[in-house]
């Protein structure tokens, strides 16, 4: 496993890392997912993402009680604020991040959240009030860093230009092949700031590993196949992707690496991504996806992947 360095923390992140949205804590067993957890760890990922909205505290309860007793200085841990946690708690006002923070680091069983990141822009909220409570939860200890996630362009400039509050080290972006809007503004201005990507999606929700046949229903123990985790995948399935992903596998296997390492190390050939973060149900599939850090790949052949599904979008 390789590490970047996390913007202008002082933290360094596995190129690959374990999420947590719509698994663990809802969709998947949970021996299943204690075991996908100790696996990712086995294989030197440190870099932990999840958010108090997944499975509404689920997932960061699961997390605290699997990770109790792994030394603390051992990972890095990221969770999230902003979206409704019950009819009046949602959310990025002063009073909410306090509120919401306590009960993170309660759920996970931590005194200190090494990444604290705004889920999306709260447009209820004064900026400057959002930047002084995550100011104040960094002075106060509970926080190291914080980071945001879709957050638009202008609104960043706008934080980043604050005098006297906590700087953002961090930014969540859905990044894929299938999906490259964070190149238009959010990678440049982030550059530019010390701010690095943590990337979700990177597989498409797994459309970009091949597994789904535009001829076939998707398989039972797939997301695309699974009520609880499925919701959100049905965008990526129309049959001309599918086939041009499946158009992909033959230049993944002139490059030597299965479709979803070539898919994982393609973000990583972003030097603005610190790291990718993966679902994973099975050990397998963590094993399979830790591979791809450290992957040299010829840009001719991220190049033709691109031209290919450019024609089918």
């Known amino acids: 496993m390789k590490y970047r360095q996390l913007g202008s923390s002082d933290l360094r992140v ?59 200085d051992s990972y890095v841990m990221a969770t999230k604020v902003f979206f409704p946690m019950s009819d009046t708690d949602r959310g990025l006002s002063k009073e909410q991040i306090a509120k919401q923070l306590d009960a993170s680091l309660k759920r996970l069983r931590i005194d200190t959240v090494d990444l604290y990141q705004c889920h999306r822009y709260d447009e209820a909220t004064p900026l400057d009030e959002t930047m002084g409570a995550l100011t104040e939860a960094v002075k106060s200890g509970k926080v190291r860093y914080i980071g945001f996630s879709e957050w638009p362009a202008d609104k960043v400039r706008e934080a980043v230009a604050m005098a006297g509050v906590a700087k953002f080290v961090s930014s969540q972006p859905q990044y894929s092949l299938l999906w ?124 033709r992947a691109e031209a290919a599904l450019a024609r089918a979008q």
């Open 14 to 72: 596995s190129e690959i890392s374990l999420g947590s949205w719509l698994t663990y804590g809802v969709g998947v067993e949970r021996d299943a997912a204690a075991a996908c957890v100790k696996r990712a760890f086995d294989l030197g990922v440190n870099f932990i993402d999840t958010a108090n909205v997944y499975g509404r505290g689920a997932a960061e309860t699961f997390l605290g009680e699997t990770l109790a007793g792994v030394p603390r």
């Open 180 to 303: 490259r809007k964070p190149e238009e503004d959010i990678i440049p201005l982030c550059a530019e700031n010390g701010i690095s990507q943590i990337v979700w999606s990177p597989l498409a929700q797994g459309v970009l590993t091949g597994k789904y046949s535009p001829d076939a229903p998707p398989p039972a123990d797939s997301r695309a196949g699974s009520e609880a985790m499925g919701g959100f995948i049905k965008r990526l399935m129309a049959p001309e992707t599918l086939t041009a992903v499946q158009n992909l596998k033959p230049i993944a296997a002139e490059a030597g690496v299965s479709l979803t390492q070539f898919a994982l190390a393609w973000v990583l050939r972003e030097p603005n991504v610190a790291s990718a973060i993966i679902g994973a149900s099975r050990p397998q599939q963590v094993e399979e996806n830790a591979a791809a850090s450290g992957r040299a790949i010829d840009p001719a052949l991220f190049a």
